[in-house]
């Protein structure tokens, strides 16, 4: 009798930007509010690495706390809104990774999917002596980098990818964000798919379209978001 075993299909995604405030968030709602829509039976864990200052874990609470197969944890939270080191020092704290581990690994055990945001860019310090990209790399995350419309965004993504590429983050696509209603319209202009693509050699996933308040805060909006990704070059979906 031959025993097949099913590999622990684990898939956990990482959301990460070339910046702070350039659409990770949104980004990570949207493809949350995607997975609820089209596979609301399955559970997801959703994860902010840690957060500093206010907003993003109050929006996913608000968003999707009502899925109560759901996991929506943000492990540690400071303060100030800087990074997280110079945070929890104005707490007199340290940054304790082991329990940022600890919760993704309770979320990778609890459900098949897992989806995190980071914080900041790929560059930015988790702690004294790590950033996101050495976490993105260490714990070996697959990982797509959201590019914020703007002139000026394609060396910000080059020089991300740059340093993703150095540090070994498993890197799988960029996804565009508009922040504003004239970047819809500049996405030739400012953050060329095309040469993105060349010069990255990643595919780009989407383009989240600008979105009003109150469709930022709207699932079946954000779940549309996605539903127009290039979905199939991530293995999570
Ligand atoms: N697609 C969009 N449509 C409209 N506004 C957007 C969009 N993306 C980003 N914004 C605006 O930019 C702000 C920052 O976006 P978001 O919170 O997603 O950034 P972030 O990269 O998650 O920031 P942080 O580093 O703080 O986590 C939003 O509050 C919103 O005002
Ligand atoms: C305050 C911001 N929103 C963000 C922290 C950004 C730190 C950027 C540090 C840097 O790269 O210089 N915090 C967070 O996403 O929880
Ligand atoms: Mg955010």
Redesign the pocket.
Known sequence: MSHSFRAVDQKTLLVV?CD???????TTSALAAYWQKYRGHESLGLMKLMQTGL??DELYQQLFSHLTHWDVVTPLKFTAPLAPPLAADQEGKTIDLGVVWQTLQAMQKNHGHVLV?A??SLGSPVTHELTVADIAALWRLETIL?VPVQLGAMGQAIAQVALARQTKVKLKGLVL???SPEAEVKVEDWATPAMLASFTHLPVLGV????SDSE?ESLPHLAEVTAGFDLEKLAYF
């Open positions: 930007g702070t405030g350039v659409g990770k968030t949104v907003g993003d945001e914080l900041g959201v964000s508009c922040a989240v379209p600008y979105l930022r």
